[in-house]
């Protein structure tokens, strides 16, 4: 069975950094690629950033560009998003996505919240 579980969520003001994580298991972690999306109060999910199986490969929303940086590491099945120059509209739930053709499993998000 697959499981999909992110962390390191939190409340940080603005101008702060948070690194989230996204720890997969029951698969072979390393063929698939890593999407992370955000979801605000109101409002519709919504891409955030990808990486490749590889980590060759990322794509960015132009909104975090220069702000957030994925990366992965298939030794621990972990996915990161590093999150620097947080603004008060990152606000959201972030969740992760493991992606591979056909098949995607998504985790239960983490709540961030960007607030002096």
């Known amino acids: 069975q697959v499981h999909v579980v992110e962390s390191g969520g939190g409340l940080v003001q603005p101008g702060g950094s948070l690194r989230l994580s996204c720890v997969a298991s029951?698969?072979?972690?390393?063929?698939?690629?890593i999407t992370w999306y955000r979801q605000a109060p109101g409002e519709e999910r919504e891409f955030v950033a990808s990486?490749?199986?590889?980590?060759?490969?990322?794509n960015y929303v132009d909104s975090v560009k220069g702000r957030f940086t994925i990366s992965r590491d298939n030794a621990r099945n972990t996915g990161y998003l590093q999150m620097s120059s947080l603004k008060p509209e990152d606000t959201a739930v972030y969740y992760c996505?493991?992606?591979?053709?056909?098949?995607?499993?998504w985790g239960q998000g983490t709540q961030v919240t960007v607030s002096s």
């Open positions: 029951g698969l072979t972690f390393s063929i698939y690629g």
């Open positions: 996505n493991i992606n591979h053709l056909a098949f995607f499993y």
């Open positions: 990486i490749s199986s590889g980590g060759g490969i990322t």
